[in-house]
């Protein structure tokens, strides 16, 4: 089994920044790619940022220049810094990551409860 816990979620104002962390624990041989989605209020969960296992990163248009996706493979963590934050950056921000118990076992999807984040204009 594997648990993902989030943190870092909160109200702000337009403007300022924001830290979500995520670590994951379990049963864990090795974890390939980690991001970060968020679903706002009446619209559907979409990508964020996405880090691969090698560190390379993608982010959805909005937010680029904006946020950054960071990892840490020892500790198995990944961070989400949000500066800049807009309104419509308002949602709550869930935590996924790909992961495999052993060597010879398939990627398994798992997502946290998500971290509310409210920015205020």
């Not at 989030?6 to 962390?21: D, K, T």
Request: proline letters at 2%; one cysteine or more.
């Amino acid at each position: 089994q594997v648990q993902l816990v989030e943190s870092g979620g909160g109200l702000v104002q337009a403007g300022e920044s924001l830290r979500l962390s995520c670590a994951a624990s379990g049963s864990i041989f090795s974890i390939s790619t980690m991001g970060w989605y968020r679903q706002a209020p009446g619209k559907q969960r979409e990508s964020v940022a996405v880090i691969s296992s090698g560190g390379s990163t993608s982010y959805a248009d909005s937010v680029k220049g904006r946020f950054t996706i960071s990892r840490d493979n020892a500790k198995n963590t990944v961070n989400l810094q949000m500066n800049s934050l807009k309104p419509e950056d308002t949602a709550v921000y869930y935590c996924h990551i790909q992961a495999r118990w052993g060597l010879s076992s398939d990627y398994v999807s798992y997502w946290g409860k998500g971290t509310l984040v409210t920015v205020s204009s």
